[in-house]
């Protein structure tokens, strides 16, 4: 399914919060996932990933090129002139003829491009005040403020490290900071990116999640705004938080006993991605 975003305005999304609440979640993810790459040997790399026909070394290929989309985005924003690339971009189909040149490259030579992608992006970020975290730049889901495009950065990325780790054997690291702001992005991104489609929710739903304590409001209309409103008399979807993030980010079931209306949002990204069974 080729995205359709939305240009020109931001007005679609939003997520309640500080303009800066993503640079520190966004900095120690990255730097933290370097670091347990750094530790793999070259029989590690070559092992399965949780995504589908991925090895590890492809998940970070992946995020070698989102990276360098992200730096290229902001830059392009702050320049007052955001992309327009995704226009046409399919992120079931397209992914995987990105990383198709890299599968020739060794694993330091992968984990090399992904530490200065990762410079190049969190540099872009650093360097940012109130007013260049609400500059328009583009992401997936079109024309977002910057700070909404590092928390579909932080979420893309939290999540394929689990990818990566999972299969290893080794616990990821769950900071409690990241846990929430992914969740909070994770049940808004499937939503924005079906704006419009024929067979999309539409109205008010509830998050209630522990292991941290995580509660809000989704309000899905023609724009998804996650509200930090308690979520009284909603369809509410509960459970630990991070169980919460991998159903919403289709690499779980949905929780046993999770409301329809939440099967039907969770069908959303799983549309997009063409992936199907977990709903």
Known sequence: MKLAPRYGTSEFLAVDGRPDDQRTVVTRQRRRLEENLAGLDADAWASASRCDGWTIQDVVAHLVGVNGFWEASVAAGLAGAPTRILERFDPAAHPPLIIEPMRGLTPHEVLGQFVASNDGFLGALAVLDDDGWSTLAESPAGHVSIRMLAAHALWDAWVHERDVMIPLGVAPTEEPDEVAASLRYAAAVGPVLALGASDAFVGDLGVVAGD???????TIS??????????VGLPCLSGPAVDLVEALSVRAPMPVGAPDEWHRHARCLATVFDVSGRT
Do not use: G, M
Not at 212 to 218: A, K
Not at 222 to 231: G, L, T
């Open 222 to 231: 023609d724009a998804v705004h996650v509200r930090d409103v308690p979520p």
């Open 212 to 218: 941290p304590d995580v509660s809000f409001t989704l």
